[in-house]
Nanobody, 127 residues
């Protein structure tokens, strides 16, 4: 089993920064694709960023140049550094993982691609 536990959410003003972390527990060997997706107003889920063990990071157009995803395999931790935050970034952010590779995919896979996800951490950006 794989368990994902997010932390780092909070409330910031527009232009501020937050760093989300996701610790992976359980079976971690072989986890290939990891990422973040969010659920904002209207309950729409949007893939934000992914990183594959064999490839580089990819981002949704809405966060390119502002967000950075990284993973520390030694610590079994995935990060999302969020800078220049905007009110439209408000939502619940979920960490997600799968044993499948997303290296060959174009763009950011949809949330349904991932077999595992955490409980989410809330981000509120005020104007």
């Amino acid at each position: 089993q794989v368990q994902l536990v997010e932390s780092g959410g909070g409330s910031v003003q527009a232009g501020g920064s937050l760093r989300l972390a996701c610790v992976v527990y359980g079976v971690t060997y072989g986890l290939s694709c990891m990422g973040w997706f969010r659920q904002g107003s209207g309950n729409v889920r949007e893939g934000v960023a992914v990183i594959d063990s064999a490839g580089g990071p990819r981002y949704a157009d809405s966060v390119k140049g502002r967000f950075a995803i990284s993973r520390d395999n030694a610590k079994n931790t995935l990060y999302l550094q969020m800078n220049s935050l905007r009110p439209e970034d408000t939502g619940i952010y979920y960490c997600a993982a799968t044993f499948q590779s997303c290296d060959g995919n174009a763009g950011v896979p949809p949330p349904a691609f991932f077999g595992y996800r955490g409980q989410g951490t809330g981000v509120t950006v005020s104007s």
